[in-house]
């Protein structure tokens, strides 16, 4: 596809993601299939055991309620899709109501006839989960030994079938000075990739996986390297670098809800609740996967009567950026990557700031030229101490005039 093409196609799903989120119509929908992995990352945030998967015949029915709602298109992930073994029916059944389809796996159990099978289902792109070039940190991070060279086999089979693969990197203590490799290894496989330093929080908000959050200050090499476009504001870090194959490189990623995330969401804080929203493997809605606030389930009611009309989401479309209570009138706030769902997890207010963003959100302005960055919510607490000062100061002098009295 053109460079000509490929910007008019991101124009119009701008233009319908605007739309969509205006109109609060559900586009994009990260279907989660099962939690059930043949993976322990040491960083997951989920439970993998199984506490009552949806059937196959409620997953068909789930998906015969997201067409008639006009979603759009559907990610499916896990834990690892490829555990369903009616995952195939699933996809095929997608297909026949027209959606378009993406995946996420760690290409474990992906086969040449897989492949193949992918391609004629017509599912348009898969992510695949690769945390280092060196098998010892990939598979130590997987706790499978091998992982690293049978995720790595996949994508030429993948690839074959002409669809489009690319590799996902969540940046953690472990393999931080390893995703240089990962760039050269996208390069020699031919396929894009990306870089996320957002490692959150299990679902349940016990903080377990932060743990292996890497540092913003630790992050610095990341951030200050010039083929990942870290430290633009939002609106500039539309602008891709492309690998040496010539394919687009997307920059540096983060904590979002959907894979239409765009520009023309003004005003909004993300797309989760107003075009995009998240199931889980046992027909929980929440907003997204990181923002753990259930809205309904689907085993007792129709996802329209829970798009529509859940108090939860009516709350959440409430909220518009330049509104928020803090960050609302942050002078950094286009280098942020504020999620509510973190805000909420991590700071207890989904309309909140948070530390980490605050910090990440001064370092990559830093390293923009900013001169002074300052976090709106480092300067209200810089005054609350000023303030507990003056406070003490004046307490103290009139206890010196009580005595002098």
């Not at 059937?55 to 834990?79: D, K, N, P, Q, R």
């Not at 993948?158 to 240089?180: D, I, S």
């Not at 996208?186 to 990739?193: I, Q, S």
């Not at 430290?231 to 891709?240: K, V, Y």
Request: glycine residues 6%; negative net charge; aromatic residues 6%.
């Amino acid at each position: 596809m053109s460079t000509a093409v490929q910007a008019a196609a991101a124009s119009v799903m701008d233009r319908v993601a605007a739309r969509t989120a205006r109109k609060h119509h559900p586009l994009n929908v990260h279907f989660d299939l099962t939690y059930r992995c043949n993976e322990r990352c040491i960083h997951c945030y989920l439970d993998h055991e199984d506490h009552g998967e949806l059937t196959t015949a409620e997953i068909l029915h789930v998906l015969e309620e997201l067409a008639a709602a006009g979603v759009l298109t559907l990610t499916f992930s896990g834990g690892e899709i490829f555990l369903r073994p009616d995952l195939f029916e699933i996809l095929a059944a997608a297909r026949r109501l027209h959606f378009d389809i993406s995946l996420k796996t760690n290409a474990l159990l992906v086969t040449a006839e897989r492949a193949a099978r992918l391609r004629e289902l017509g599912v348009r792109s898969i992510q695949i989960s690769v945390y280092s070039s060196d098998p010892a940190v990939h598979d130590a991070i997987t706790k499978v030994p091998g992982s690293l060279a049978r995720t790595v086999a996949a994508v030429p089979l993948l690839v074959a079938q002409g669809l489009k693969v690319q590799l996902a990197c969540p940046l953690m203590q472990q393999n931080l000075l390893a995703y240089r490799g990962v760039m050269a290894l996208a390069g020699k496989l031919g396929v894009p990739y990306s870089f996320d330093p957002t490692i959150t929080p299990m679902m349940d908000g016990s903080g377990g996986p932060l743990t292996h959050r890497v540092s913003t200050a630790a992050l610095l090499p990341v951030l200050q390297d010039p083929v990942l476009s870290a430290c633009h504001p939002r609106p500039a870090a539309r602008a891709d670098v492309a690998l040496p194959s010539g394919k687009p490189v997307p920059a540096l990623a983060s904590a979002v809800s959907s894979g239409l995330e765009s520009f023309s969401y003004e005003d909004i804080p993300c797309s989760a609740g107003h075009n995009s929203c998240y199931i889980s493997p046992y027909g929980d809605v929440l907003p997204c996967v990181q923002l753990p606030q259930t809205a309904g389930n689907l085993r007792h009611q129709r996802f329209g009567d829970i798009w529509y009309r859940a108090a939860s989401l009516e709350e959440l479309r409430s909220a518009r950026d330049s509104e928020l209570p803090v960050c609302g009138g942050c002078e950094i706030r286009s280098y942020c990557e504020r999620c509510p769902g973190l805000a909420l997890m991590e700071g207890g207010d989904v309309l909140g700031a948070y530390e980490r963003a605050c910090e990440m959100a001064e370092q990559k302005a830093h390293l923009a030229g900013v001169a002074h960055p300052f976090s709106a919510l480092h300067a209200e607490q810089a005054a609350a101490v000023g303030n507990g000062r003056a406070s003490r100061n004046e307490h103290s002098c009139d206890q010196v005039q009580l005595v002098l009295k």
